[in-house]
């Protein structure tokens, strides 16, 4: 079987299931996030060991739960909660008897903020949005990729960075305007959920910033020598490869929708 088939085999079974999960949102999206942060720092933590770094992988999985609990059933403010879970990486790299390097807690530290900080942001994207704001997001993005792969496919003369050679700045320009385009058509459609400003400036965030969250993944795996963040979804690589444009957006998207919209 292709890979190509396995792409599609895999998006017909799993956009739907993706959709419902965010459409209910609550408990069900917290869930949800649990489970994909866990992966995809795993994914991060064993990328990194390529080049001889060693993070604590199970006790940063542990810390990016217990903070996310903690989000959602406690607190409002994250950034209380990152000073005593890196003192925490600190403590253990101490103590760890082989592999110690200073580096490893920043690692795990980073994939905390890279990863885990914007699904928590996402979850209570809601309480300041009419529309649920993940689908829209998701929508966007799916949008963003779409266009810009089959405008550079098929438009694509000018290569936009060394860090993908296949991406062009033709598709990134018609991968931008598309996710415009389309948060603009969902403005009209539901104008009393969506604010046409907001609309504007959704999509300009999400047609910008999704593009930047694959190249820099991409980056990430060039630095660390793979071609995948790992190989659990068939067809399309990690669950990291998957959510990289999401995880850049979330929270420029909450920022918006809680102290600009």
Known sequence: MSNQIKRIITAVIAIPALLMIFYAGGIFFFLFSLAVTSLAMWELFSMFEKKSFYPLKTAGIIL????????YFCLSDFLVLLIPVFLILISCEIFRKEKINPLNPVIVFFGLVYVTVPFMLMGRAGEFSKLNPVIFVFVLIWTSDSAAYFGGKYTGRHKLSSI??????????????????????????????LGFIDALVTGILTGVFSQIGDLFESLLKRYCGVKDSSLIIPGHGGVLDRFDSFIFVAPLVFIYLKYFS
């Open 64 to 71: 990016s739960a217990a903070i996310q609990i903690i989000f």
């Open 164 to 193: 993908s050679p296949n991406k062009t700045i033709e598709g990134s320009v018609i991968g931008f305007l598309f996710t415009v385009m389309v948060s603009m058509i969902i403005h009209f459609i539901f104008p009393e959920d």
